[in-house]
């Protein structure tokens, strides 16, 4: 009796197995989603939050990352921006996988985490997320529905792409089906036809019509995650977010326009004072997702992320850094004024060759002050500096280039 009751009590102190979901609807603006206000995208942030993020990196930086495809599925994948994951576009691939994806970060857990990509374009699992590839160490996901775009027997082309459309369709109905029962515990949807909507009609009547039949595949999801959660012992996070926004007129994107840069973030999760600061970007899902799923990630991978979690604590966001004459001045913004803050710096930037940075403690500062002088002459020379500011909650990191 005595051993049941420990075992009972060991479950009870675990909690509820956690799985998440993430949906990428292809080029809707943030303007386009907060017009027309879909259900299940909006009933998603019921249950926790819906913001405006941005894409892009530093407009006019060392991070700044085109409002292309592909990019912005990299960008969440690996939170990190183009200069680190070096997806420049949606063809000639040849990302750095020294920069785990959130698939890799799963797979390297002690528990075998099962995953799952219910998506077309075949590039999104064989290269962006590199399955089975030596650079990744092999990994492989569990429960792969996706190459639909090669199938012209059952999609055959049709007029304005709607043969995409009714891929688009499949793909929720699998992945509706697919967690419902099989429950994967990291899973990313991908709906693709939005983007052609916008490329093909531009702002108007037809676009919004696309994607008010995008949220209704996403509500396939959705009630296949409450389906989990109301008859077993779960506990789910989905995220709903855009790769990119569009261009003014709707058709284009690509560049570094306020609209083509804002993004929309909605979850059923709750989120952090972080989370409407108006720094929220589209880097901090996967840090997001890792902490609610309670992953390990290595340091040395960890401190390579642009993101930060939008959900539990964080006390520090916004690093800033200003060069003087021979020093720079790195500045933050605080949540939370307690913790204390050690900077670190390396002058070489070896893990994106996979080595190990050579990192130097300058260091250790009340979060509230706000501000580091380094001073670049007690520094080996260079004209290359990485700073990571690390608080007990979360890290930022920043480059300068001389």
Known sequence: MLSILLFLSLLAVEGKTRKAVFIIIDGVPADQIERLQPPAIYDIASQGAYSRAYTGGQTGGYSQTATISAIGYTNLLTSTWVNKHNVTGNDNLKPNYNYWTLFRIAKEQKKDFKTALYSSWTDNRTVLIGENKPETNHLKIDFVKDGFELDTINFPPKDKDLHIFEIDEHVS??????????????????????????????????????????????????????????????????????????????????????????????????????????????????????????????????????????????????????????????TWDTISDNNPVTIYVSTENKFKEGGKENWIKLATVNAGINSYKAELKDLPAGSFYKFVVETKNNHLNRWIIK
């Open 173 to 330: 109905c699998l992945a509706a089906e697919g967690i419902k029962n099989d429950a994967p515990d990291l899973s990313w949807v991908y709906l693709w036809y939005t983007d052609d909507a916008g490329h093909i009609y531009g702002n108007g009547h037809d676009f919004d019509e696309y994607v008010m039949k995008a949220d209704r595949q996403v509500a396939r999801v959705w009630e296949a995650v409450k389906y989990r959660e109301k008859n077993y012992d779960e506990e789910w996070m989905i995220v709903v977010t855009t790769d990119h926004g569009r261009a003014e007129n709707g058709h284009g994107h690509g560049g570094q326009s306020c609209r083509e840069r804002t993004i929309w973030i909605s979850t059923n999760v709750a989120v952090n004072k972080y989370f409407k600061s108006g720094n929220l970007a589209i880097t901090d899902i996967a840090p997001s997702i890792s902490r609610f799923m309670k992953f390990e990630v290595p340091q040395d991978v960890l401190w390579e992320q642009d993101g930060i979690p939008f959900i539990g604590d964080v006390d520090i966001y916004n690093l800033k850094t200003m060069p003087y004459d021979n020093s720079v001045y790195l």
